[in-house]
């Protein structure tokens, strides 16, 4: 048996597509069931997949269809069938990716300077992105492949000013190149620290540093 917000979302989208629209984006969802966030949408969509109402189409990431309706319902302008035939259009959900923009390089070896593409963007699955703001860059280097970041990875960084000792930051040296290292104190020292014997670790003083993000996920490619 679904619940009603389950149940609300399966109807929403049926008669919006069924209408020859385009699906709702999640955030028309969100707002018509009365979530907090679009995280939840994501968590109604597949456990209405699993129940066998919803597929996602292979190879179409932003692409869903109905496959059969909640038991006893009623179209307010016609009376459809209780199951919609597998064949049925199926048209894209907006924004089941979210995009952001790709900043260019970053240096896992010795530090590079920065390079901003302003118009490049990239879309991102939400289950790779957590709260806040975020941007990508393309990592040139090997001195983190023993943290599994390997040179052409595509970074996820959640833009941040600050880092917890440990964790794996763009940092940003003498205002002028950046590098993705694991970020350590010691004593009155900032030390940026390679994930790779073949490099010596960055030893700093605190002014020389600036923390521009926290590593989140990582996209790769094979070809």
């Not at 979530?35 to 109402?53: M, N, P, V």
């Not at 179209?75 to 459809?80: A, D, K, R």
């Not at 979210?98 to 260019?104: A, Q, T, W």
């Not at 289950?127 to 090997?142: F, K, N």
């Amino acid at each position: 048996m679904l619940t009603r917000k389950q149940k609300d979302l399966l109807i929403l989208i049926h008669e919006r597509m069924n209408a020859g629209d385009i699906a709702p984006s999640y955030e028309e969802m969100r707002e018509s069931v009365g979530l907090k966030s679009k995280s939840g949408i994501h968590r109604l969509i597949a456990a209405l997949e699993d129940r066998g109402y919803l597929r996602r189409l292979p190879h179409k990431a932003r692409a869903i269809e109905v496959i059969r309706l909640p038991e006893g319902y009623q179209n307010p302008l016609q009376n459809p069938p209780e199951t919609v035939p597998a064949k049925a259009p199926a048209f894209p959900v907006a924004h089941a990716f979210e995009s952001i923009p790709l900043y260019g390089k970053i240096a896992a070896g010795s530090p590079i300077e920065a390079i901003r593409d302003e118009g490049e963007t990239i879309d991102i699955p939400p289950t790779l992105l957590g709260p806040g703001s975020h941007y990508a860059l393309r990592v040139e280097g090997d001195s983190m492949i023993n943290a599994g970041i390997n040179d052409h990875d595509i970074v996820i960084i959640e833009r941040a000013e600050r880092a917890e000792q440990g964790q794996i930051v763009v940092a940003l040296v003498d205002d002028n190149e950046v590098t993705l290292k694991r970020f350590r104190r010691a004593g009155n020292r900032i030390i940026l620290e390679p994930e790779n014997d073949n490099y010596e670790p960055w030893v700093l003083e605190p002014d020389r540093v600036k923390i521009q993000g926290l590593l989140v996920s990582l996209m790769r490619t094979y070809h």
